[in-house]
């Protein structure tokens, strides 16, 4: 079973940047792979995706400007680059794989266990 491990959250004031990374202790070529988000009190979100090679991206148009999704297959990890952070951003966010890229997220099967992000004032 291969086991995704999110890092790189932490408190952080508005605007600042942040970059999280989600690495495998396996190899994921073969995985589809994505960034959600979590607040409290609602439903998870969808950020951005990025095929298994590498060569797509699937987002959201709304954060894209501010959210970018990239992966190393050498080293099992994605990561998602946040840009001028606001606090309603403030949520736990986590990596997923799948075999489908997609916004939905009960098409994916494998989760890490979250790392928070927290954006003050």
């Known amino acids: 079973q291969v086991q995704l491990v999110e890092s790189g959250g932490g408190l952080v004031q508005a605007g600042a940047s942040l970059r999280l990374s989600c690495t495998a202790s396996?190899?994921?070529?073969?995985?589809?792979m994505s960034w959600f988000r979590q607040a409290p009190g609602k439903e998870r979100e969808f950020i951005a995706g990025?095929?298994?090679?590498?060569?797509?991206?699937l987002d959201v148009d709304s954060l894209k400007g501010r959210f970018a999704v990239s992966r190393d297959n050498a080293k099992n990890t994605i990561y998602l680059q946040i840009s001028n952070l606001k606090p309603e951003d403030t949520a736990v966010y986590y990596c997923?794989?799948?075999?489908?890229?997609?916004?939905?997220?009960?098409?994916?099967?494998?989760w890490g266990q979250g790392t928070q992000v927290t954006v003050s004032y």
């Open positions: 997923a794989a799948g075999m489908v890229l997609t916004e939905r997220w009960d098409n994916y099967y494998l």
């Open positions: 396996r190899r994921t070529r073969s995985y589809e």
């Open positions: 990025t095929s298994a090679s590498g060569d797509r991206t």
